[in-house]
């Protein structure tokens, strides 16, 4: 056990854990540096019974890191223990280990059980802190959370190597080296790869698209392009979600999807606007500050639109189909709304990049 853990509560699952054990091993980290240093904000939408809504790009701790100038290692998990030999011997030098693991085995989250199969999701990451291998408890920070929760080993195992169709965790950890002394992390450095990244991920297309993205022979949508056509995508919600009984919670969960599940909310786009804040104020990057209106612009757009998917959660069930047809068009209209404003910001953030030189 990793002794005098304090642990702080962040917005998205990989950014706060990232955060938590940087900030144990000395480095002076928030958890908008993470997000934004690694250029997180992005959008990737997949359709199918229960749709989903990706607000980040999938190699957010990469470019972080590198960002950063700080080493990492990623772990090499095998068959037989998923790498647990080399966690446990991290744990023994005092290293927190990230690891990715699916969601509905963290039973804390669940009321002690395990989650329901719709809940399944292997993207998700928690920092692992300490074991009691006597009690057969795994020690975790986990996203809003405070103070350490407890999983089963047994349970941690299950969450390590589901076979979940939605993004499988694969057994996947990793871990980064304390500092050198003196050490400390340009901002100024994040903000020149932050701009860079975030270009790139607006400009990005389905082809780009990773991970287990269509391969149930959904529809997936990507970057701006994606969210120009995403407002007819919701528009016609039923011929990708078909099964009617389900709609109430397949809307909550795109809600969902946008504020609640690891995004910081508004689809991270609140995290980013802090980081863009901490960076102007920091005086090394005043152009940064025209892009705060945009991306708030940007931010109500998205709580408009999850809120309107929450008022039609619980009065969508009875309605007739023509009814439905209308609660979808509502939906469309708010997503041209929001295609306009991330537009505009892209715009803006396009424009910075390129006087910068990092166009591409």
């Not at 300490?130 to 920070?141: E, H, N, P, R, T």
Request: proline content about 4%.
């Amino acid at each position: 056990m990793l002794p005098g853990v304090t642990v702080v509560q962040g917005g998205h699952c990989e950014s706060s854990a990232i955060m938590n054990a940087l900030r144990y091993e000395g480095y002076d980290v928030e958890e908008c540096m993470v997000t934004g240093g690694g250029g997180a904000l992005a959008f990737f939408f997949q359709e199918g019974t229960f749709p989903f809504l990706g607000g980040r790009n999938d190699d957010m701790k990469e470019r972080f890191f590198a960002a950063a100038k700080i080493e990492w290692h990623r772990g090499n998990p095998d068959e037989k223990d998923l790498g647990w030999a080399e966690i446990e011997g991290l744990l023994r030098r005092g290293v927190p280990v990230m690891i990715r693991n699916d969601m509905r085995y963290m039973t804390y989250r669940y009321r002690g059980k395990r989650g329901p199969g719709y809940a399944s999701f292997g993207g998700h990451y928690v920092a692992l802190f300490g074991v009691d291998y006597d009690k057969g408890l795994a020690y975790v920070s986990d996203t809003e959370y405070p103070g350490l929760q407890t999983v089963t080993l047994d349970n941690l195992k299950r969450a390590r190597s589901s076979k979940t169709k939605s993004f499988p965790p694969r057994g996947e950890f990793y871990w980064a080296e304390k500092p050198a002394t003196g050490f400390r992390i340009d901002m100024d450095a994040l903000a020149r790869e932050s701009v860079k990244t975030v270009v790139g991920n607006y400009r990005a297309t389905a082809k780009d698209a990773t991970e287990s993205a269509g391969k149930n022979g959904d529809r997936v949508l990507v970057g701006l392009e994606g969210m120009e056509r995403y407002p007819a995508a919701l528009a016609g919600l039923e011929s990708w979600s078909d099964k009617a009984f389900l709609l109430p919670a397949v809307l909550e969960y795109m809600a969902g999807n946008i504020e609640n599940h690891g995004t910081g909310g508004a689809s991270f786009r609140t995290l980013y606007r802090s980081f863009l804040a901490r960076a102007t104020s920091e005086g090394r990057h005043p152009e940064l500050a025209k892009l705060i209106p945009l991306i708030d612009r940007s931010i109500a757009s998205w709580h408009e639109l999850s809120g309107e998917f929450r008022v039609a959660a619980t009065a969508i069930k009875g309605m007739k189909a023509t009814q439905r047809v209308a609660v979808y068009a509502r939906f469309a209209a708010i997503a041209e709304e929001l295609y306009k404003n991330e537009k505009a910001f892209y715009t803006s953030l396009e424009s910075i990049a390129k006087a910068e030189g990092n166009n591409g």
